[in-house]
């Protein structure tokens, strides 16, 4: 394990600060937030079919191949400018599967929403991704993918908001889980705070304790010096076998 920790602590990527992806799977109506100003993606795992919105709405769309796009329409009136406020549904046909999407128009950047496949698929995917790829490596290949929240379709992602103690002078909260189902990982990010008074130093070992994880695996800390009321991202990788 502690081959794990070393090549986890060198790792060097950047973040790309994006906003966080959301993702929709068939058959279940689900509100996702998108840009009320720029263009949105959706991305299908296969071949995007189909479409359906209604014309009549504040809202307008076109698909090719994998992904469909969809942007709010902005009025102007006089000297000033209005843009939607107004959830708007749609239907995406995505690889024989009907996704039901309410976009909620919302001010903030182009956003990407990926459209999973059903759970058996998503099970074969992320068997046929890990083939043959050692403990060690499965891991170091989640890690490099949360840095750049990029993530495959066949991942599940979920939100949570948890505050956890780790340091007097840091404030750490749970912010997401990442599970990688049939191969029985799950990534959580935790976004860490320095409530000092001068900089301070932050380690992986600050974080090889239960209560940020029941089975823990490996550990990556995104900046390991912050200033006052500086951030950064923590990520830890977790065997969900031995989880209770």
């Given amino acids: 394990m502690k081959n794990i920790w070393a090549v986890v602590v060198m790792l060097s ?17 689900t509100m996702v937030k998108v840009s009320n100003r720029d263009v949105n993606r959706f ?58 999407v309410i976009a909620q128009p919302a001010s903030i950047p182009s956003t990407t929403v990926r459209l999973t496949p059903p759970e058996g698929d998503s099970f074969k995917k992320n068997l046929a ?38 340091r007097p002078d840091l404030e750490v909260h749970l912010n997401q889980y990442v599970d990688v189902e049939g191969v029985g990982l799950r990534l959580r990010r935790y976004d860490v705070q320095s409530v000092a008074s001068a900089s301070i130093k932050v380690t992986e070992t600050d974080f090889l ?28 990788v977790e065997k969900r076998e031995g989880m209770k």
């Fill in 13 to 29: 990527l950047v973040s790309t600060g994006a906003w966080a992806e959301q993702s929709v799977a068939p058959d279940v109506r």
């Fill in 43 to 100: 991305v299908c795992p296969g071949v995007m079919q189909d479409m359906i919105y209604s014309k009549e709405k504040d809202i307008s769309g076109h698909f090719s191949k994998k992904d469909a796009f969809v942007k709010f329409k902005i009025k102007k009136l006089g000297s000033s400018t209005q843009y939607a406020t107004a959830d708007n549904e749609l239907f995406l046909v995505c690889d024989g599967n009907v996704y039901n």
């Fill in 129 to 166: 991704l890990f083939k043959n790829m050692p403990l060690e490596k499965q891991a170091l290949h989640i890690i490099r993918e949360a840095y750049s929240e990029q993530y495959p379709s066949s991942y599940k992602i979920t939100e949570k908001k948890q505050k956890v103690a780790v």
């Fill in 209 to 236: 304790r239960s209560t940020i994880s029941p089975a823990l695996l490996a550990v990556a800390v995104e900046d390991h010096t912050l200033r006052p009321r500086q951030t950064t991202r923590v990520f830890v």
